[in-house]
């Protein structure tokens, strides 16, 4: 079994497709819209099969968690950038074009290299490398 695709709740469906395609290099289906219930989605994916959907509908309601704490539920869901270098250079890219950095690129004690990041609505997300195959 694998997981087939996360979803993400979004008020800007349109910035947020942005933002994963042109940070993380997924591809964009067509949106996908239902009129009677105000619905629309997009289903990104990446090459190798990985997807997120990104949904809209306005009666949705904000998340009231505090996203500079843990709490139960999904907290993250992280995204192989491939190599250490990688790592560094997209975290950097995205401070540099104004998003929020949670954590700096580091060594973790789990055999990862990664850092996470802040996506425009607040979401976080992991960057990552495997360093040690556990």
Same mark, same amino acid.
């Not at 401070?95 to 973790?108: A, F, H, K, M, Q």
């Not at 850092?115 to 960057?127: A, F, Q, V, Y």
């Given at each position: ?5 996360? %979803? ?12 994963? $395609?042109?940070? +993380?290099? +997924? =591809?964009?289906?067509?949106?996908? &819209? =239902?009129? %009677?219930?105000? +619905?629309? &989605?997009? !289903? ?18 904000? @998340?009231? @968690? ?10 993250? +869901? ?8 990688? $790592?560094? %250079? ?25 850092? !996470? ?5 607040? @979401? ?5 490398? $495997?360093?040690?195959? $556990?």
């Amino acid at each position: 079994m694998k997981i087939h695709h996360i %979803a993400i709740w979004t008020k800007d469906i349109e910035n947020m497709k942005n933002f994963y $395609v042109k940070y +993380f290099g +997924f =591809n964009a289906n067509n949106k996908y &819209s =239902n009129a %009677a219930y105000l +619905f629309e &989605s997009y !289903c990104l994916e990446f090459s190798d099969g990985a997807k997120l959907e990104l949904m809209k509908m306005p009666s949705v309601p904000g @998340n009231k @968690n505090d996203i500079y704490k843990q709490y139960t539920g999904l907290i993250h +869901f992280a995204i192989s950038a491939g190599s250490k270098e990688n $790592v560094k %250079a997209l975290t950097e890219k995205l401070r540099t074009d104004g998003y929020e950095i949670v954590s700096e690129p580091e060594e973790t004690g789990d055999g990862f290299f990664e850092s !996470c990041i802040l996506d425009p609505e607040k @979401n976080r997300i992991e960057i990552t490398y $495997v360093i040690n195959q $556990v």
